[in-house]
């Protein structure tokens, strides 16, 4: 039995994937790359940093011709910067990277992609009403 090590903030997405398919979770290796690096980040308050591979991330999700994420990647790569968004309080971009990550056809792990939503729809919610 081989054993993975699981990265908390994607949990969710993982248990959705074995439900769904049957089968793992797989990131292109240059989100992968800058999803830890904005994790880091995070956890060592590098918010200059952080915020300089989110702009990188998001320029190669929008702007990628394939090369780099292929189709079939799209769904989880528009997820995990909606995650590294929403880490950064970016409740409104998150939002709008789990809406296009909703809407592709190889989203494999779409009760994961609604909680988010709803979160995210949540914390907007929240910073109206509270400040």
């Not at 079939?72 to 909606?82: F, T």
Request: glycine share 6%; charged share 20%.
């Amino acid at each position: 039995m081989t054993k993975f090590a699981s990265i908390e903030e994607i949990r969710s997405e993982c248990h959705a994937i074995v439900e769904e398919i049957g089968g793992y979770l797989f990131i292109p290796p240059l989100v992968f790359i800058n999803f830890l690096l904005v994790l880091s980040y995070t956890r060592l308050g590098e918010n200059d940093r952080r915020h300089g591979v989110m702009f990188e991330l998001t320029q190669l999700l929008c702007h990628d011709d394939g090369s780099h994420v292929f189709r079939i990647h799209k769904a989880i790569s528009w997820e995990i910067l909606g995650i590294c968004q929403e880490l950064c309080g970016g409740h409104h971009a998150a939002l709008h990277s789990y809406v296009k990550a909703l809407h592709d056809r190889h989203n494999f792990f779409k009760q994961a992609t609604l909680a988010r939503i709803a979160c995210s729809t949540y914390g907007i919610w929240v910073r109206r009403n509270v400040i």
